[in-house]
Every structure is written in C-alpha cells, then in structure tokens.
C-alpha cells in the first residue's frame, strides 16, 4: 500500500514540477482533502506529501532548464542549463541535476545526524552576526564583476532588486504566491523573451549524455550541494538561491555543469533538513512539513525512519523519471516550434500570475521583468536579482528593518 | 543603438513599475476580519483584526507573545524582539499590554507549530485602544 502511495505522489509531483507554476503548497489542502476523504491513515497521507516533495524537486529542473520556468529552489539553474541546452546539451544539463539530487541524498542522510548538534551550536554562535556574513557574502558577489563598470551596474541592479523584495514583503500586499511574479520576472521570463526575440532553435541534441567534467569536480559540488543544503536549513537567513550563488562564488564553480550538480544538491539537502527539522527541534521548516505536524504532532524516530524511507524510494523512481523525461522532452523541442513554444509558455505564465496573485502580480512581474532584462543589456550576471530577498534579510538581521519601513513609508 | 535604446526603455520599465508598486501598496489597506473569523487559508495575507489580551509571555530574548481573543476564539500575536525594541522607543511599554486591554493588530497570517498567528511587521501594526 505504502509503494502504492509512493507512487501516486511521484505522480502529483511530476505534475507539480512540470506545470509553470505549480508548487506543491498550492495543492496541499487539495491533497490532505483527498487523503481524508480516502480514509488514507496520518502515516499514509505524510507518506503521499514526502513522495510529492521529492519528486516535485527533481522535475522542476526539467522546466527550469528546457522552458525557462523554475521555481525559487530551481531560478537559478535556468541560465546554466539553458546554456547547456543551446549547446545541444540538455539531457547531461538534466543527467547533472539528477547526479546532484541522488549523491547529495545519500551525503546529506549520512551527514545530518553526525552534525546536526555542531550546526546548532554555530547558528546560535553565530545569529548576532549573521547580517555581517551576509553583507560580507554581498560584497564578494557584487566584486566579482572585476570591473568598476559593472560592479556599479550590479549594485544597481542589487538594490532596485532589494527595494522590490522590501515592498512587496512589507508592505500590505498579499504575501500568497508573491515569490512566484518576483522570481518568474528576473529569471524565467527575460530568458524567454530573449529566446524569442534572437528566434532562438533548439540544436539537435545528445542523447548518450556524457558528463564532460571529472569524478573530482562531480564529487566536490556534490559535497559542496550538500553542505550547503544543511546550511541553508539551519540558517534562516540564507535561501536556496542565495546559496547556491555564494558557494559557486567561493568555491570558484565558474562551469554551468559545476553549478547545476551543487544547486540540485542543495534543493534535495534543504527538503530533506526541512522534515529531519521536525524531528531534531520540533521547528517545521517547509510547506510540507507545517502540514506533516499538523497531521502527526511531534514526529518520533520511527516515524522520521518511515519518511526517509519514503523520501529514498521516491528520490529513485523520480530520478529515473526525470531522466526519462530529460529525453523525451527534448526530441519533441527540436521538431516543434521553440518560438511558439516559449510564446505559449510566457501566455500561460502570465495567465497563471494572475489567477495566483491578481493584477499587483502582473505589475510585480513586469518590474521583475525590466530589472532581469537590465542585467542582459549591463552585462552582469542575474543572480544580482537576489537582491529581492538578501536586502530584507540583512535589515532583518540588523535590527534596520524598521527604520527603512519607515524611511520608505510602506 | 538598438541595444541601448532596449537598455534604457528597461530602465525605465524598473523605475515607473516600481513606483506604481509603492503608490499601489500604499493604497492597499489590509483586509478587516474578526479573529473567528481567521482559518488555515488564509496563511500569507495580510490581515487587521482586534481583540481583547487574555495572556501575556515574555520570553527571555525580548520576544512578547500576547493571546487576543475575540467571543470563544483566540488567536497568537507574537512580537519579536526588534519591533518591541522599536515599540518601547516609541514610548509604549509593556504595561501598554496588560491582559483586558483592547488591542487592534495589522499582519501577517501564519502557522507556527499548528496554530495560526498574526505576526505584526511594523510599528504601525499594533494599535492600543
């Protein structure tokens, strides 16, 4: 039964991570209704929600990378693996991610337990100074433009980035959905434009998927996915995308293939620190894990074991899919249309903005939009758009926060 | 030449687009619900409501956690420690927030530990009536 249920959440979450837009929080109540209603018991209704999780996580990668439409786990791997795509190269874009997911499960299982308690003794060291860190970790990313030129143009694009982030997080504005127009705007929609405005061709891909980096790099960004994964479970202040952005920075990952295994690593880490979450501090840290305390309360050791169990089988059965999927997909892009396709895509990512965030949304992706496009004609890399959320942590984090709410009146 | 007339019209897309998005925020004012009236869905809208302080905690890192309660149904408001900070600055102590006072709260609707919250974001948030 339980396979059974594995396998009904593997296929709600490669709906999830295909469908623009769709994020498992946006169907959780629909899934805990349908649970209810087929007298699914807690450990089954946790058991679909885990399986969904997971697979939504190795998936989306396939939107991200073939149509420009990720999630806020997955924005950053549009450019690296469009890159890649462009190259004829998607489904080793797609096989890297998959690498990232797999090894950086088994990394992160075997890692959570031996160093969960040193993490909790660094974050608390830590917290009082975890502005500076991150300011820090700004100013590294913004000096890696090694031109004056272009660091100027990056801390623009920094702080119109951090001022939109600051609005819409503090302001009245409905925080449901809202990350979705900010994070579309700056890193899916301006690489769909730009495909359609260069009539941009899918070239005749490689199948065989052959990793053109060494052992050494694929070990290393696995390790350094994992790492971070767990950090950025720990450490409030620090997402997913900001993450990933500082260890490529620090760790000098300049090759897409590089990023793509770290970024995949870090997603599946945080997913699984986010559950394990419940079990080493009772702290839910994700959508899904809210819903699972709601259903179990505190969870136990065996239950914890049940979930991983849960989390292993499906990771495998994604990972093929996702595999499958990467090869699939890719056939139908070079004989149809790509213009039409991204067209389509941008309508429908439109449409989907503004049923989930009304006309607000509409104006928020199109400001996230013009800042995304402003870094391909500065010339300065994309990941200055994390700004958005790195702004409002550092005033969090300082204690400043109100003194610019009230600096900007909102 | 074409480059940097797309360069510019961007920038100027940034720049109008964000003004509207302040202007529009500006104009927004939260949605008024009674605390009975406050469930599940509504985690991640911005929310006003008022009720009456039933218990007050202080926590050790400055943190207040008040209960309000409106007819049978209560409701948390947590108030960390950087906006008590700012409250206390602002010339209301925590004497402001005795239980029985009547308190009217702006903020974001969410869940901790299975429990749903209003966590106020800025000084303006918290009115004592």
């Known amino acids: 039964m339980m396979i059974l249920i594995c396998l009904a959440g593997i296929l709600i979450g490669a709906f999830c991570g295909l469908v623009p837009g769709m994020h498992i929080n946006t169907l959780l109540p629909l899934m805990i209704f349908l649970g209810n209603s087929l007298k699914l018991s807690s450990y089954e209704l946790c058991v679909l929600l885990v399986s969904t999780a997971v697979t939504e996580i190795f998936v989306n990668f396939i939107s991200s990378i073939f149509i420009g439409a990720p999630e806020e786990g997955t924005s950053l791997s549009v450019l690296p693996g469009h890159r890649l795509l462009l190259e004829g190269r998607g489904y080793e874009a797609i096989k890297l991610t998959v690498i990232g997911g797999v090894f950086g499960l088994i990394l992160t299982l075997s890692l959570i337990f031996s160093i969960s308690q040193a993490f909790k003794v660094l974050y608390k060291a830590s917290r009082p100074f975890i502005h500076l860190v991150i300011v820090f970790f700004v100013i590294f990313m913004l000096a890696s433009e090694r031109n004056v030129r272009k660091i100027l143009a990056a801390t623009l694009i920094f702080f119109l980035s951090g001022l939109l982030g600051l609005i819409c997080l503090y302001s009245s504005i409905n925080q449901q959905n ?44 696995i390790f350094l996915g994992s790492i971070s994964g767990l950090i950025v479970g720990f450490l409030p202040a620090i997402g997913i995308s900001e993450a990933a952005t500082f260890v490529s920075l620090l760790s000098g990952l300049k090759d897409a293939r590089n990023f793509l295994i770290t970024i995949s690593g870090i997603n599946i880490g945080n997913e699984v620190f986010s559950l394990m979450s419940l079990f080493l501090v009772g702290n839910p840290r994700s959508g899904v894990s809210v819903a699972i305390q709601r259903i179990l309360g505190r969870i136990s050791l065996t239950e914890t074991f049940l979930l991983i169990g849960a989390i292993c089988f499906s990771s495998g059965i994604a990972a093929l899919l996702t595999l499958f999927l990467g090869k699939k997909i890719p056939k139908y892009l070079e ?35 013009s800042i995304g496009l402003l870094c391909n004609y500065l010339k300065v890399k994309r990941s200055h758009c994390m700004g958005c959320l790195i702004l409002p942590s550092i005033l969090f984090f300082s204690g400043l926060v109100q003194e610019a709410i009230i600096f900007l009146k909102i | 030449m074409e480059e940097k007339f797309i360069l510019i019209a ?14 529009s925020s500006k104009a927004l004012s939260p949605e008024k619900v009674s605390i009975p009236e406050i469930n599940f869905e509504m985690v991640g809208r911005v929310v006003t409501t008022e009720g009456k302080i039933v218990n007050v905690r202080f926590h050790e890192a ?9 007819g049978k149904t209560r409701i948390q408001i947590p108030i960390f420690s950087n906006l008590m900070e700012k409250l206390e600055n602002f010339g209301l102590s925590r004497e402001d927030f005795r239980e029985g006072r009547r308190i009217e709260v702006t903020g974001l609707v969410e869940e901790y530990d299975g429990q749903l919250q209003i966590v106020p974001r800025k000084l303006s948030d918290i009115r004592v009536k």
Do not use: W
């Not at chain 1, 009539?199 to 060494?214: A, F, L, M, T």
């Not at chain 1, 903005?353 to 400001?367: D, E, N, S, Y």
């Not at chain 2, 897309?13 to 202007?23: A, D, E, H, V």
């Open chain 2, 10 to 23: 961007c920038f100027l897309c940034s720049i109008s687009g964000l003004t509207l998005i302040y202007f």
């Open chain 1, 178 to 221: 809202i990350l979705f127009p900010i994070l579309t705007g700056f890193f899916g929609l301006p690489t769909l434009l730009i495909s359609v405005s260069e009539c941009v061709r899918i070239p005749p891909q490689d199948y065989k998927g052959e990793i053109k980096i060494s052992k050494k790099e694929i070990i290393k960004s």
């Open chain 1, 335 to 369: 004989r149809i249309n790509y213009k039409l396709l991204c067209s389509l895509t941008i309508i429908f990512i439109i449409l989907a903005i503004f049923l989930l965030t009304g006309p607000l949304g509409l104006l928020i992706v199109f400001t996230s939009t």
């Open chain 2, 62 to 70: 400055g943190h207040m956690f008040l209960t309000l309660q409106d």
